[in-house]
């Protein structure tokens, strides 16, 4: 580490890009089950606020694990490793203004404070996607319950391992009682006070 020169005073603030981009930046944690529905819903919210003129990034475990993580497996150590790196991951780009969409299980209370407390606990948007283990086993999209309970994947959450729902969510989504545009509207309705000024006339229509 005596070796390493941080420039970060050197080069153009969080201001100032916040500024050029005319939105305020925060990271969106979207937590749940595998199959609860965190990257549909993610994809929906930033279509919506794409509309608004709001520059988003969405991260999720696919577009991670075959790239920046793509050396780490599933056991307890590699799966704190994978939230630490996307949390680092994602200051960066909040740091440039972005509005960052993640979609990642991070299963224990523990991990996603450890998140938070990388991201900043001002710029950490915890949303909770509620979906029962049996509706998750039912959807199934991947396949993937099915190979678990036949023991192909191990260390699966939900079957293997417990997961731990979010005490005091910042937006909590029941996807089993409402449709997919109420459930991004749950969303907007708390995001866009955060990232857009009311009196900015580039995003017309909020």
Same mark, same amino acid.
């Given at each position: 580490?005596? *070796? /390493? ?6 080069? +153009? !603030?969080? %201001? ?7 939105? #305020? ?37 696919? *577009? /991670? ?6 050396? +780490? !497996?599933? %056991? ?7 939230? #630490? ?122």
């Amino acid at each position: 580490m005596e *070796n /390493i020169h941080p420039v970060f005073d050197q080069i +153009l !603030g969080r %201001s100032d890009k916040e500024q050029m981009l005319r939105q #305020r930046s925060c990271a969106l944690w979207f937590t749940g089950l595998s199959g609860s529905g965190k990257t549909t819903l993610a994809r929906h919210v930033e279509v919506e606020l794409a509309k608004r003129g709001v520059l988003t990034q969405v991260l999720d475990g696919d *577009n /991670i694990r075959t790239g920046i993580n793509s050396n +780490l !497996g599933f %056991s307890e150590d590699d799966r704190a490793e994978n939230i #630490r790196r996307i949390a680092e991951v994602t200051k960066l780009f909040v740091q440039c203004g972005v509005v960052t969409l993640n979609c990642f299980i991070s299963p224990t209370r523990e991990m996603r404070e450890m998140a938070r407390g990388i991201i900043g606990n001002e710029d950490f948007v915890e949303v909770f996607v509620d979906t029962s283990l049996a509706e998750c086993e039912d959807r199934d999209v991947k396949g993937l319950y099915k190979k678990a309970r036949a023991g192909e994947i191990p260390h699966f959450t939900g079957i293997h391992a417990p997961f731990e729902n979010p005490l005091h969510p910042d937006v909590h989504v029941m996807t089993e009682k409402k449709s997919i545009e109420a459930c991004v509207n749950d969303v907007l309705s708390y995001v866009l006070l955060r990232v857009v000024s009311p009196h900015d006339e580039h995003h017309d229509g909020l």
